[in-house]
């Protein structure tokens, strides 16, 4: 398909909006698909996707893309499936007038026009590791914000769990699964000559859902030996194909999948003979393959409750006018949350303006906090994992260097040094100035007779100094911001269904959480532009009473302005 943007769109005689009566007409304007068609459609960068289409003109056009687009946020927000889109679509108004096609005589789109699209889209991140989807939604949540005057100097950071559509498996089924579809592959290929010593039999019986259906715990067991035994047999017998046979099982996904399996629930012991022994439960890492359907499914155990699947990072820029999400990341469920700091920081760069981001204790950590000192970004943790460090350490004055240069109870040292290599701070104190120290008792330090010692970090001083800031009236307001990120885990459940993604693989997954993000974005930016316009509307008819009773001479030519300055509102003067 030729890529050519949908930026000269003309308007038909027959247009179904002219069709409509005058009173349909004013529904229409004042429903939702104006309000996106007007704030959201339009904002839609076309000219990004233009690597997923051939240049050459002389090909078949593609449908739209910022169509396509619209269309996506759309079925997110209203939960949809395909079908039901390309219904709604060819029937419903509202979404031609959102998707600007009320000029079109037939509606672009077919049963496989959302779904080609988005296998482009994941052809292109395997190629080049660039999420064009993740790309646009982030440069429209920047738009959003702009238009709100949402600067992004108040950041807030939290995380949810987003389970796989996978089914969760016990050891035996996995085991049985894994090397029953191997053997199916093979049936395929017509290399029924490997499924030798009784392998066939997974070939010729039917599919067991729960091989370990009815089993008391020991039987269970036994039969979970038979079936590691089945796979290693298996996977002798295809290491014994030769040439290009070898090469082609080998990029079978069956075949990576009853790989991974034995690794992850065996081990090989090596000594006078080679042993191979069944991992207990609790030596399986939570890396291992979950379900051979979604093989980038993790296990994690969170508030109490496993979890097979992912983990959603949400980056909320908080100002006046309300809160976009501007960044988000989805990764394997057992990622740290300080990846995502560290992600994260690496994306705000060093901003020239103080920068204040705000996430819970999990995502802290002395070298992040420093790291993100250095960036100028005030990194606040609304609590602090791990040992307590003595607040005193925080109180500690060193100069640009590192060095130590005054102690709290304003004593200076008379020997003071810096070790870059291992960041070590430390200074000498006269003895008898620590003995007249009203705060000797809590100070951290060591020595003799002679002179005392203060050692430590310059993480250990910028956690002493969170620490200390935890109790203060500014970090009580900070939790308040915090916690309000807290509801869109919920809202992103509740009503646009990240939790039910009818997909499975990292990067599937990854571009339907962003179209949920896109639509509650889209959402929040056209219910502000409706408030905006309501408060637009009242001041309007305001100014105009106001115009009745003033006279000619006092009406100033050009424009009479009203308003504050955070909200205002021109309207032109005619005669």
Known sequence: MAYRANKNQQVRFDDAVLNLTKREERMLRGSWATAFAEHVFSKINEDRFAVLYSQDVASRPNTPVN??????LLKQAYGLTDEEVVETIAFDIRWQEALHTTSFEEQPFSDRTLSRFRERLLSYEEKTGIDLFKEEMESLAGIYAKCMNINGRLKRMDSMTISSS??????????????????????????????????????????????????????????LVERIKDGYRLWFACGDACGNALETLRELPEY??????????????????????LKE???????????????????????????????????????ENGSIIESYDLKPNITPDTEFTKAELARIGTPEEKTTLVADGAYGSGELMEQAQRQNIDFVTTALNGTQTNPLIGKFEVDESGRIIRCPGDMTP????????????????????????????????????????????????????????LGTDEMRLLKNIRN?????????????GVDAIPVRGLKRTALRFGAA????????????????????????????????????????????W??????RYSLPLTA
């Open 414 to 469: 008379y020997q003071t040094k810096y070790n870059p290599v291992t960041g070590v701070s430390t200074a000498r104190f006269a003895h008898d100035d620590c003995v007249r120290c009203p705060l000797r008792d809590r100070c951290p330090k060591s020595g003799s007779r002679k002179h005392q010692e203060v050692r430590f970090t310059e993480k250990q001083r910028l956690r002493a100094s969170a620490q200390e800031r």
């Open 256 to 277: 990576r999948h009853l790989e991974r399996m034995l690794w992850d629930q065996t081990e090989v012991e090596l000594g006078e003979e080679v042993r191979i022994r």
């Open 166 to 223: 996978c089914r969760r498996m016990g050891r035996l089924t996995l085991v049985y699964e894994c090397v029953r579809q191997m053997a199916e592959a093979l049936h395929r290929m017509g290399m029924d000559e490997l499924l030798t010593g009784g392998l066939m039999k997974y070939v010729e019986e039917e599919p067991k859902t729960d091989p370990g259906y009815r089993l008391d715990d020991e039987e269970a067991g036994r039969d």
């Open 281 to 319: 439960n609790r030596e399986i890492a939570t890396d291992s393959l979950q379900n051979p359907s979604d093989e980038d499914a993790t296990y994690r155990i969170k508030g109490g409750k496993g979890s097979v699947g992912y983990v959603g990072n949400l980056v909320e820029a908080k100002g």
């Open 67 to 72: 169509v396509i687009i619209g269309a996506m």
């Open 484 to 496: 309000g990120i807290e509801a869109v885990p919920s809202l992103l459940r509740r009503r646009y």
């Open 517 to 560: 993000i896109g639509a509650l974005n889209a959402v929040r930016f056209m219910n502000w532009v409706r408030k905006v316009g309501k408060d637009l509307s009242a001041r309007s008819s305001a100014l105009k009473k106001v115009l009745c009773l003033l006279r000619p001479s006092q009406i100033h030519a050009g424009l009479i």
């Open 562 to 567: 009203l308003g504050s300055p955070k909200f």
